[in-house]
């Protein structure tokens, strides 16, 4: 069965400072990972995906991720967070070889970056 | 930019009530997914459909009916509203197969469901 951990309710991070959010993960097949932000009383908004490739994933809003298979590891990371960054962060998966467009998401980590 | 919208931001609603929350979306998607999402529970699936008129459970149908009869247009029915219900309703769409944004979801606003 497919899921998605996030281990953190919470991120505090300071203007400036790196951020991390952690994600991992559980699937049978291969994964297609995925991270998604929501603002206030807003939808959710995709921010990047690993497909396949390149372990290192570049996305909106200068976001990165690395994917870690042995560590079933996708965390997201800014190197730089901003207060406009503060916000409801998601982690969502889809296992490739399932045949089926199920998709699981974590629980979320809300991010606070203090001016 | 597409463009997935519900028919309603808030709704209030009476134990018992049969209730209608539609989904529209212009980027001819195949795939429609209906969540609700819940404080520490994150967003959960109840049922996603990817064709006109085919539907499969997500983990949390019961309860819950859809309804796919235009590819544009996907419809979550309540049958019998009840209080533990209550809760926010997103719907999204996405792409089946090839193109750049294969996979990703594009969500509405969502709608803010009370049973009382």
């Known amino acids: 069965a497919q899921s998605v951990a996030q281990p953190e309710d919470q991120v505090n991070v300071a203007e400036g400072n790196p951020l991390t959010v952690k994600c991992t993960y559980s699937?049978?097949?291969?994964?297609?990972l995925f991270w998604y932000v929501q603002y206030p009383n807003r939808g959710l908004q995709f921010l990047l995906k690993?497909?396949?490739?390149?372990?290192l994933v570049k996305g909106s809003y200068g976001f990165e991720a690395e994917f870690n298979k042995s560590q079933t590891s996708f965390h997201l990371k800014k190197p730089s967070a901003l207060v406009s960054d503060s916000a409801l962060y998601f982690c969502?998966?889809?296992?490739?070889?399932?045949?089926?467009?199920?998709?699981?998401f974590g629980t979320g980590t809300r991010l606070k970056v203090l001016a | 930019d597409v463009k997935v919208t519900q028919s309603s931001r808030y709704l209030v609603k009476r134990t018992g009530e049969k209730v209608f929350l539609e989904c529209v979306q212009d980027m001819d998607h195949e795939n429609m997914f209906w969540y609700r999402q819940d404080p520490g529970l994150g967003l959960r699936l109840i049922y996603f459909?990817?064709?006109?008129?085919?539907?499969e459970k997500g983990d949390i149908p019961e309860g819950y009916s859809v309804s796919r009869e235009k590819k544009e247009r996907f419809s979550l029915i309540l049958e019998s509203a009840s209080t533990n219900q209550t809760s926010m309703y997103l719907c999204?769409?996405?792409?089946?197969?090839?193109?750049?944004?294969?996979?990703?979801?594009?969500f509405g606003p969502g709608t803010r469901l009370t049973v009382l």
């Open positions: 999204a769409s996405g792409l089946g197969w090839g193109g750049s944004s294969f996979d990703e979801q594009f």
């Open positions: 969502a998966v889809r296992d490739s070889t399932s045949g089926t467009y199920k998709y699981i």
């Open positions: 699937v049978s097949g291969n994964p297609y």
């Open positions: 459909s990817y064709d006109v008129k085919m539907k």
């Open positions: 690993y497909i396949t490739g390149d372990n």
